[in-house]
């Protein structure tokens, strides 16, 4: 007999201590069943406040490790562990290379200040905390950067090139790229290592002159993983949740492109709302959980074996909770 996973998902939810939370970015089908729902940050943070000793996250492995930074008490399961490309570009020791980097062309380590964007493993929030540094999300990177540019340090911002990029230049600031072109970084108020977002690569200028030509008058918005150029000719950059807000403020004639993952952008305003590319910009890793899964570690706690369950050493936690709370002192 085959099982209903939804109603034995709404049975188990019911019976258990737990609380299901769902990334912006999942499938409708899983997204709909989640007790809470936002951005990786906005998760981690209601997951602090809320009683449930079970957290099952359905997203990508780094907001499941911030969940247990944030509330190590909490006994945190994933559906499915899957990893965030751009998280996977750096571990520690790609860290510790671009600092050397730095150090090698006449910076000192100590006047260097990492930030790192929220999305990198807890091992790389670890480092940063070790040196001083912060964690930034997309909605308060610029807060972060300003802060961070009163200390009069050089700034090495990983993973995301894209979004230290966008940010210094919206600020004013020099910034260059670790292995592309010639990155001296004394030269530079930001240095960004290599890394970037897959499925915000997709958005090119090409798709937004597309757009502008077939809707004179249509409204271009994108994340700030997108590439600088996108960016550039864009009406509106914001993070998830700010893109939320700015198309939910339009008035509901006004045709927008909207250049973020694709379920978020389907589940916009249904009409008048168009997804920046010729192509479908789901996120691979975002799509691996599926309802069935949910089920799975649901039933898992129900049978008390619990699987996919995030584990992160006291030391780690330790470090990576300085750069996260360093964060929200200034946000
Ligand atoms: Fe990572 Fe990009 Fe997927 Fe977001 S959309 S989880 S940054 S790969």
Redesign the pocket.
């Known amino acids: 007999m085959s099982i209903d996973y939804i109603s034995e998902i709404k049975r188990l939810k019911e019976k258990l201590s737990v609380t299901v939370v769902g990334h912006f970015?999942q499938r409708d089908e899983v997204f709909e069943l989640a007790d809470i729902t936002g951005d990786s940050l906005e998760l981690a943070r209601k997951c602090k406040a809320d009683d449930n000793p079970w957290v099952v996250f359905c997203g990508?492995g780094f907001m499941g490790q911030s969940v247990k930074i944030i509330a190590p008490e909490k006994r945190v399961l994933m559906p499915k562990i899957a990893c965030?490309?751009?998280?996977r570009m750096i571990d520690s020791s790609y860290f510790e290379d671009s600092v050397d980097y730095m150090v090698e062309r006449g910076i000192p380590r100590d006047k260097i200040l990492p930030i790192t964007y929220i999305?990198s493993d807890a091992t790389v929030k670890a480092k940063v905390g070790e040196m001083g540094g912060l964690v930034c999300t997309s909605s308060n990177a610029y807060k972060i950067i300003e802060k961070g540019l009163e200390s009069g340090k050089k700034i090495l911002f990983v993973p995301d090139r894209c979004l230290g990029q966008n940010f210094a230049n919206s600020m004013g600031l020099k910034s260059c790229v670790i292995g592309e072109g010639e990155c001296d970084p004394k030269e530079a108020d930001i240095i960004c290592f290599n890394g970037f977002?897959?499925?915000?690569q997709l958005f090119t200028v090409e798709d937004v002159e597309f757009y502008r030509e077939k809707y004179p008058d249509i409204k271009i918005a994108v994340h700030p993983?997108c590439d600088p150029s996108v960016v550039a000719v864009a009406d509106f950059v914001g993070s998830t949740s700010q893109l939320i807000k700015y198309v939910n403020s339009l008035d509901p004639d006004q045709k927008v492109a909207v250049g973020t993952?694709y379920n978020l952008v389907n589940r916009m305003r249904e009409k008048n709302t168009y997804v920046l590319s010729a192509t479908k910009p789901e996120?691979p890793?975002?799509n691996e959980t599926t309802v069935e899964d949910l089920y799975l570690t649901l039933k898992s706690i129900e049978d008390g074996k619990p699987i996919n369950e995030i584990i992160v050493d006291e030391r780690t936690i330790e470090y990576a909770n300085l750069a996260l709370e360093r964060m929200l002192e200034i946000s």
């Open positions: 970015y990508v965030c490309a751009m998280a999305n977002c897959s499925v915000h993983e993952e996120c890793t975002m």
